[in-house]
């Protein structure tokens, strides 16, 4: 019993030292007003939506820009590392869109690319000062650190191909080493460092290959997940490792129709993710430690949600507003709690929205309106004057 008040006596030192237990996110509300810690380690988070919605866009805006920004302005205090298992894009295309991202970071939001325009497909001809700031892009210390920190894998596509080389970099001499028995089985491991933050990212999972048993015998799709997040994502890398471990899971194509009451109204309850529509495998919502669920609802021609009014006009936010909800959550215990944010797919980046107020009416801020990027648009005009 005695380890576990050292534990909270060290938590708590650390937290006076000026070091930090988990990696907050950026959208204040959550971080400020409900106490959600953000990225804790040895935790186990899934990120779900329908087809097209923009989890991948989201996922790394909220797992690798919110990192790379907390950790650039707390002094670089900590260390972190991003194993990233892309299984639906390549690794070209990840970079690309991390290109996009740093140049729209560059000029505040002013210049906003796709990969498709970087690699010219299409008839989208490059001007001379987007030129010149893909080529700032090549210097920029976001770009290096990331390149850096983060690898990404595009050619594995099975469970256990996952766990080897989660286990190769757990297991650097640096990092850490698996503590055995004397007959070889692991009974422990032990870290370097607590500063160092593990995170081992799949996208997404809906699309791991099957593989063999111990036994030899071929496993469904089924049960090649359960393996996966039971035996790997859980036992392995959160709780040996202390890895901060995130899936992304499709949900049901059911969930893709439209649903009508018998009046003829769109029912948006049925229409946004939940846990009983996970796909391929909705029992792996019991291994996860929060869920949430993005959802789109331009796409079904609503035009009011959750109180923010998202017509396709001048008026509104359209297809740049995404409600964020917890389906799921055992660290602050924010099941059902919604959360409005501005979406840049193209980049990708997003925002959190200003709460809505019955009676008052929401005016749309500029965005970007995080202070780098505000401060990065302010020299580009500057530039641009020039």
Known sequence: M?????AIEEAQERALRGGFNSIPWVFNRLTNDH???GWVPGKYYCITANSSVGKTKFLKFISIYNTYLHWATHGKSYDFK???????ESEEEFWLSMICLTIYIQTGGAIQLTPSILLKQGSRTLTKTELLYVKNAEKSEFLKTLYEKVTVFDYIFNPTGVKKEVDK?????HIGQNITNSEGRIIGYNKKSDDLYLFVVTDHISLLHTEKSGLGEILTERQALKLFSEAYCLNAFCKRYKAIVINTQQQDQSK?????TNRGGLIEQKLEPSLDHLANNKELQRDYDCVLGIFNPIRYEITQHAGYNIMVNTLGFGKQYRSIKFLKDRLAGLEGTRLGVYF??????????EKVQKGVPLILPQYPNDP???TSYMDYKKNEIK
């Not at 991003?82 to 639906?88: D, G, I, P, T």
């Not at 893709?256 to 009508?260: A, D, M, R, S, T």
């Open 82 to 88: 991003v194993l990233w298992f892309a299984l639906e």
């Open 169 to 173: 970099f757990a297991n650097l001499p």
């Open 344 to 353: 840049n797919g193209a980049v990708p980046y997003c925002e959190e929205l």
């Open 2 to 6: 005695k380890k576990y008040f050292n």
């Open 256 to 260: 893709e129709n439209l649903e009508f």
């Open 372 to 374: 780098l990027l505000r």
């Open 35 to 37: 106490y959600f810690p």
